[in-house]
């Protein structure tokens, strides 16, 4: 997805713990390590001012021994926006 930021901020990435498992985050092509996680569980990342290209990528439930519901053979997916 891309991102317009007028200043630095902090960003709610979209999700829900429930049904898909945060796997990765890039900002501009690079790595993001440092994540925040609010008392909700909702993720946030840092963004710079400017304009900047984020792929977050998921993994399902399926691939997660503790989540129920989804088929056996659900694989990890990329979503990009």
Do not use: K
Not at 16 to 23: E, I, M, R, S, T
Not at 52 to 74: E, K, N, T
């Amino acid at each position: 997805m891309t991102l317009h930021a007028a200043e630095r901020i902090g960003l709610p990435l979209p999700g829900n713990a429930q049904l898909l498992a945060l796997d990765g985050v890039q900002l501009d092509a690079q790595a993001v390590n440092a994540l925040y996680r609010d008392a909700a569980g909702t993720t946030w990342i840092e963004v710079p001012r400017g304009v900047h290209r984020a792929a977050l990528r998921f993994l399902d439930c399926g691939s997660r021994p503790d989540r129920a519901g989804v088929p056996d053979g659900a694989r990890p997916c990329a979503l990009q926006r």
